[in-house]
């Protein structure tokens, strides 16, 4: 009996021994490739995110972020605020930047970080072509309001 | 053909097997949801959770239990979904917002401690009443109260068990899994619980983590949410029980070295340590890292892909599930094992659920 018990004890020692390894092994290993593909991710999404700069010194006009009260929620999740700057009477708009490095009313110089522009399946607006004009160089038209610029953003139609 | 290659090629086979049922599932579950007409009924037969794991069941039991060299055969294969299943909980990181983590987590740290404690004492109380074999009662016990197969591996080993026990032990913990998939959306549902209560819910009581995180991804689509509220409150209240596992490993191998039926545990850090299960540390390391902004916002093409490759990761871990359940465990287990087990499970899981509903007001929402 006795040697029998000794016999169910080192198999259950081997066993575990084993198993314990197996479980040692498949925790760190799901840590390592977890990382891996990850760091793999993080490095070409990156490659593909733009720094957008300011074009000019001037003034934060708005940020309009995604919100689940927003009508175009569904749209526009996942993506992140808009950025609105006045460059003295030009305004610019920055799409789906995250972060974002500054706030409304906000002043800024020429090429201060606003945020990182990322790039997003179905995007409308290429996130290449993000820094959008909205008035002519001679500046004679008026600026139009911030509301019509999300509008235009938001459908994709630009006048 | 030699041992390891034959190994390696049942690890691919096994791999595949767990692919296909992966992909079946998902296409009967697209079929289902046009199918099906009737609401309820849809939500549970389109859910890819529920055909993933009735799959799995259907070929285990059907076709390769009943060929033991098949079963030998695919062996390393099909076992490959414990480590998807710590990948999936990993990357499942990504979508937990840390601040969640830390209040959920906090609070459920507190309710693992009190539901650790009331099963041990039930289990060790109803073992003694049915005269099972101590050690038995010990690793039925940890297996219940913490995390099923891996506490009562890693007990066995302390504590000295027999191999017996351990397979009692193991059997009646997976057999009880299995069946908590079933009945506790059942419960929810009857209950009206809200997702955010049954995850927790799911996450306390629920033996095994595979099964734990499976019956709240269950209720998040029988629900038909669309978003997974319940399936991350059940990981943060498993991920609190497993970080626990060492503590309550430790407890019973220093009590049964006292009473020299095992070994002295000499360096308890390093017992600790060992027995931590390291993946919650990367479960961890990617909320903080993802509620730092580095994967994007919500939904950016990289936090994207990630989900992808989770639910792939969960997907298969379920069809692994499946592939493990044998009905013939239930007659392997012996009467009296089975009775302690079934008269517990269903004491933890009123006692968690009575806390969960009590408690309820004071847990955090967690965010879809």
Redesign the interface.
């Known amino acids: 009996m006795g040697k029998k018990r000794q016999v169910n004890n080192n198999e259950i020692e081997r066993a575990v021994d084993e198993k314990k390894s197996q479980t040692l092994h498949l925790d760190w290993w799901a840590f390592i490739v977890a990382g891996v593909i990850t760091a793999l991710l993080v490095i070409f999404t990156y490659t593909q995110v733009k720094p957008i700069k300011a074009t000019n010194d001037g003034v934060v006009t708005k940020i309009d972020d995604v919100n689940p009260d927003d009508p175009d929620y569904k749209e526009r999740k996942g993506e992140g605020p808009i950025v609105f700057v006045d460059y003295q009477g030009q305004s610019e708009s920055y799409r789906n930047l995250w972060p974002v490095f500054v706030s409304e009313n906000q002043k800024v110089t020429t090429n201060q970080l606003i945020g990182w522009a990322w790039p997003k399946k179905g995007l409308k607006i290429p996130f290449k072509e993000v820094v959008k004009p909205l008035l002519p160089k001679d500046n004679k038209k008026p600026a139009p309001k911030d509301s019509a610029i999300i509008d235009s953003l938001r459908t994709g139609r630009h006048s | 053909m030699t041992g390891k290659k034959r190994n390696v090629i049942g690890f691919v086979l096994g791999l595949a097997l767990l692919t296909l049922v992966g992909l079946i599932s998902l296409y009967l579950s697209q079929v289902f949801n046009q199918v099906v007409k009737v609401n309820g009924l849809r939500e549970i037969l389109a859910s890819e959770v529920v055909i993933a794991i009735v799959l799995g069941m259907l070929i285990n039991n059907l076709i390769i239990d009943r060929i033991p060299k098949l079963a030998k055969f695919l062996e390393p294969g099909l076992e490959a979904f ?2 998807l299943l ?2 999936g ?3 499942l990181g ?1 979508r937990i917002i840390a601040s969640d983590l830390l209040r959920l987590g906090g609070i459920g740290l507190g309710m693992v401690v009190v539901e650790i404690l009331f099963s041990i004492f039930f289990v060790v109380l109803f073992a003694k009443l049915f005269k099972l074999p101590e050690k038995l009662g010990s690793l039925l016990s940890v297996g219940v109260a913490i995390c099923g197969v ?1 506490a009562i ?2 007990t ?2 302390a504590i ?5 026990e ?1 397979n009692y032990a193991i059997a009646t913990i997976l057999i009880f899994g299995a069946a908590a998939l079933i009945i506790y959306p059942l419960i929810g549902r009857l209950l009206n619980m809200t997702q955010n209560l049954f995850g927790v819910w799911a996450g306390l009581a629920v033996d095994n983590t595979a099964e734990s995180l499976a019956t709240g991804k269950l209720y998040d689509q029988v629900l038909n949410s669309g978003n997974d509220i319940a399936f991350k409150a059940a990981t943060i209240a498993k991920m609190c029980r497993n970080a626990l596992m060492g503590f309550v490993i430790l407890g019973f191998a220093i009590y049964y070295a006292s009473k020299g039926m095992a070994k002295q545990i000499e360096h308890k850090g390093r017992f600790l340590w ?1 027995k931590f ?3 919650v ?2 479960f961890i390391l ?1 909320a903080v890292i993802a509620s730092l ?10 936090l ?3 989900k992808s ?1 989770e639910h792939w990761a969960f997907l298969l871990t379920f069809a692994g599930v499946g592939l493990r359940t044998r009905f013939g465990d239930m007659a392997k287990t012996g009467w009296k094992p089975f009775v302690v087990g079934i008269s517990t499970e269903a004491a933890v899981a009123a006692f968690t659920l009575l806390m969960v509903l009590l408690l309820g007001r004071f847990l955090p929402r967690i965010t879809g």
Do not use: N, R, W
Not at chain 2, 160 to 164: D, G
């Open positions: 414990e480590f710590k990948l909980i990993v990357f990504a891996s591996i890693g066995s080993g000295q068990a027999k191999k017996e351990a060992q299960p390291k993946f540390l990367g990617f902004g580095i994967f994007g916002p919500p939904e950016s093409p990289l994207s892909s990630l490759i």
